[in-house]
Every structure is written in structure tokens, then in C-alpha cells.
């Protein structure tokens, strides 16, 4: 990581996920790019409940997408979720835990900090 990627405590960002390959860039990390129109910006840990969720908003999580690198995810998993889709599943009391350390700080733009740090991985 380079010193500019700073997470949301303003510390350096982390890795979210390598096991599925997470990230806009499926480098592991959960960067805020301007190449990336959803801002894949929040790491999660995903719940059964938010691939459901998910999955009834429109975006299948969980099947397998050979044709685009995707494996599917299963509870357990770490993405980087959009941050937009993330507050909207905290408003439906469907979202998932988060990893601070590997949201970007531009998520910020979305979500706050005490809404992010309430939903922190423990």
C-alpha cells in the first residue's frame, strides 16, 4: 500500500480480501478510484443475510461468474461492497459487519464514521 491510501481511522489502508480476490482492480483492496463508478469502497464481511439482500436489490453475490473471475461469495467472505449499497442495506437493518482498517476513507462520502465503526468486525 502506498502512504496516500488511507482507510477511515486515517490510518494506512489494508487488505480486505484475497481469498476470493476482492477490489475494483482485484488486487485485494478496497481503493477509492475514479475508474470506479460503484466506489467499491467498503470492506465487509459478508453476511448470508446481506447476499440475500443483495441478491433481491439485483446484484447476485453468491453465483459463481466464471466469464468475470468471480467465484461467488459465501458468508464468511471479504468484499469490498459499493458504499452507497452498503448504507442502503444499514437503513434495511441488512448490513454487514465491516473491517475499518480496509474501508477506504472515501466511503466517508456515503456512510459515517459512527455508522461504519457500529457495524465494526469484531
Sequence with gaps: ???????VLGGELQPCGLDPVTGFL??????????DPGEHTVCAIVTAEFLEYSRERGNDLVTPRP???????????????????????????????????ATHESALRHVSLAELADRAAR
Design 1 to 7: 500500500m502506498t502512504a496516500t491510501m488511507r482507510n
Design 26 to 35: 482485484r488486487d485485494g483492496c478496497c481503493r477509492g478510484l475514479r475508474e
Design 67 to 101: 466469464e468475470w473471475g468471480f467465484p461467488g461469495l459465501v458468508p464468511g467472505d471479504r468484499w469490498c461492497l459499493c458504499a452507497a449499497r452498503w448504507k442502503e442495506a444499514l437503513v434495511a437493518g441488512r448490513a454487514p459487519p465491516v473491517v475499518l482498517e
